[in-house]
């Protein structure tokens, strides 16, 4: 069974973000609500339904995988939303990990 | 270099207010994205995959010093302190905020700039030769013909909502170095037998999913209906361009389906409605939007003067520099500099604010002020005098900007692919790095000599990989990067599309394959033979033979 998790786009500055089980968006994937893909749609048209208010740019759903605990994105492009660019490892997210 | 008047300026200003308001609607929600997107879009405003793009048109190439340090002041206040230099001789800035691109707009509006036509079903920003005005091929300078068409463009009512977007390329000389065949239209200038000056007019060129090389529509189109016959082009297109399928919506579709000779035919009997009246050209107007291309007051120079002799011999790396990156200027005693945004391992196109500011002041010091964006994502000093190349190679090192690789291996063209852009499928500037750094040994890149290595991260081809000699594309693969393989293709006169020359390589063994292929080429080349004379005549065999010899 699929995992899945709702990102969108921060109004504001174009940012990656995840919707999070209390429904608010998070700049961190950890954060994100998880659902399976019974539920996924439901927790799309509720992301979707909030876009105005919650001042986010084209909400979708992405397949996650979760391992000890960790949730990593499958595909290498969310994989980079969730960094920034491979090759500008002073930008985005991952800037600040290091 | 042409200046607005009163009228562009106006119009440039009334622009940024209008979408000043519209984003202030969108930022207080009383716009919806889907309503915002149409509008943004209009004014080069893109989301992409970790923050918005704003594309910045630069018309033609080319640039004043003021402009160049306005986009690093941009870059600096806005951005985090870099653009990328694009294929379609603009520029990029990957990090704006919503809120801050209509102070951008405005910053750019006060050194005459817009982000105007780079985007949307509109006629695109229109490119030109780079090395217009100076090239010793030169036969007319398309700048003037350039900026005739983008002001019969900007604000054209009737072509505002095209099938798709619509690209125009002009060049003036023998040799092609604005790759006109893959343009929507490609307009090339040249003399006819009395000797007048006039238009060959090719059509339904373009790259992407379906690449076409334009075909010749018209052998001599003269000066003065160059308005008349372009509208005539954009009618049959905007009257008869698919509208159900955006991938067959550009104009290059509706020439194959139709036929290069029944389309002329088309736009011939559009043409003769229209060719008397309000768009023939008046020979003073051409003169007039001529004066402001006319030549700088170049010194009486005479050519090889011992100072630029002395130091060829005296330093090997200056030496290496002139060879790949100085290009013959027609007026003696000058020169022609291409500064390489390609530093082995850096970025293709991508400059830093402080570097922007460095070539704007060498342009001052050396070049007239004037600064030429390539198609190859390169910079250009266009009227050097030879005597000072010494020096300018020399502050172009101390600033990290002397990279002797003009049209060699490492001078790739790569789009942002998957680690910026929103359409990629694989990332393209790190397999540009690595082949980059593979031919790092400055020996071994100039005995390899000009060969051309374009990468695309998807199909849509922003990357030029159809027409080089080894184009390189991204493909997805169950979440794996793949890189296509073709060969054979080529941009300038003798355009061509490359040939998909087996399976895909993976991210590891592309760079490999990159480099059996020229190893492939200086087995088999004889005296002088470029890359792409080379695979002329032998094939794609040996090539492939050598690629999938192990599987």
């Given amino acids: 069974m699929q995992v899945q998790a709702v990102t969108a786009n921060r109004l504001e500055d174009g940012f990656v973000v995840y919707l999070t089980p209390a429904g608010h968006w998070s700049e961190r994937l950890a954060d994100c609500a998880l659902t399976d893909e019974a539920a996924a749609p439901a927790l799309l048209a509720r992301a979707v339904a909030e876009v105005t208010t919650a001042r986010v740019v084209g909400p979708y759903l992405i397949t996650v995988e979760v391992e000890n605990g960790e949730i990593r994105p499958l595909g290498q492009r969310e994989r980079l939303r969730t960094r920034g660019p491979s090759v500008r490892l002073d930008l985005g997210y991952q800037a600040q990990e290091s | ?551």
Wanted: glycine share 8%.
């Fill in chain 2, 1 to 551: 270099m042409y200046r607005y008047d009163e009228f562009d300026q106006t119009f440039v200003n009334e622009r940024v207010a209008q979408f000043r308001e519209q984003v202030a609607r969108r930022l207080s929600g009383e716009l919806s994205e889907d309503e915002f997107r149409p509008l943004r879009l209009m004014n080069g405003l893109y989301l992409q995959l970790h923050a918005y793009m704003l594309r910045v048109a630069i018309p033609y190439g080319v640039l004043s010093s003021r402009q160049l340090r306005q986009l690093a002041m941009i870059a600096r206040r806005y951005d985090r302190g870099y653009g990328h230099f694009t294929t379609r001789q603009n520029i990029q800035f990957n990090w704006p905020k919503l809120a801050d691109v209509p102070d951008i707009l405005a910053d750019l509006a006060e050194v005459e700039m817009h982000t105007i036509q780079t985007s949307g079903n509109s006629i695109r920003n229109v490119t030109a030769d780079a090395l217009a005005g100076v090239a010793r091929d030169e036969i007319a300078d398309p700048r003037i013909y350039a900026e005739i068409i983008r002001q019969w463009s900007t604000l054209h009512p009737e072509f505002s909502f095209l099938p798709r977007k619509f690209k125009i390329a002009v060049t003036g000389a023998a040799h092609d170095r604005a790759v006109i065949r893959a343009h929507d239209i490609g307009l090339r200038l040249h003399r006819n037998d009395e000797g007048e000056v006039g238009f060959e007019v090719l059509v339904g060129g373009g790259q992407g999913r379906t690449p076409i090389l334009a075909e010749t529509i018209r052998g001599f189109l003269p000066e003065q209906h160059l308005l008349s016959y372009l509208e005539a082009i954009l009618r049959v297109y905007n009257q008869l361009g698919r509208r159900d399928n955006l991938f067959k919506a550009r104009v290059k579709i509706l020439v194959r389906e139709v036929g290069a000779g029944a389309f002329a035919e088309m736009v011939e009997a559009e043409w003769q409605e229209i060719r008397v009246g309000a768009l023939a050209l008046p020979d003073d107007e051409v003169r007039r939007i001529a004066d402001y291309f006319a030549p700088p007051t170049y010194r009486a120079l005479d050519d090889g003067g011992s100072a630029l002799a002395a130091a060829l011999a005296a330093e090997p790396a200056f030496a290496r520099w002139h060879k790949s990156n100085v290009t013959a200027h027609k007026r003696p005693g000058y020169a022609i500099a291409t500064i390489s945004l390609k530093p082995h391992g850096g970025i293709p196109g991508d400059a830093t604010a402080a570097e922007m500011e460095t070539v704007a002041e060498l342009a001052d010091r050396y070049s007239f002020g004037e600064i030429r964006v390539t198609h190859k994502q390169n910079l250009v000093l266009a009227d050097v005098a030879q005597d000072d190349l010494h020096a300018l190679w020399r502050a172009l090192d101390e600033a990290g900007l002397a990279t002797a690789n003009a049209g060699l291996v490492s001078d790739i063209i790569a789009c942002p692919g998957l680690d910026y852009c929103n359409l990629a499928n694989a990332r393209s500037i790190p397999v540009a790095q690595r082949i980059a750094e593979r031919f790092r040994d400055p020996a071994r890149e100039q005995a390899i000599g000009g060969v051309t290595v374009n990468i695309s991260g998807c199909i849509n081809a922003c990357g030029h990989h159809h027409v080089a000699n080894i184009g390189i594309l991204g493909v997805d693969k169950k979440g794996k990067e793949y890189y296509q393989v073709t060969l054979g293709g080529a941009a300038d006169e003798n355009a061509a599309i490359g040939s998909i020359i087996g399976p895909a390589f993976d991210e590891e063994q592309i760079v490999g394959a990159v480099e059996t292929v020229l190893d492939v080429y200086l087995a088999e080349r004889r005296p002088d033979e470029r890359f792409i004379d080379t695979y002329r005549r032998v094939g794609p065999r040996p090539f492939k033979e050598k690629l999938y010899a192990a599987a």
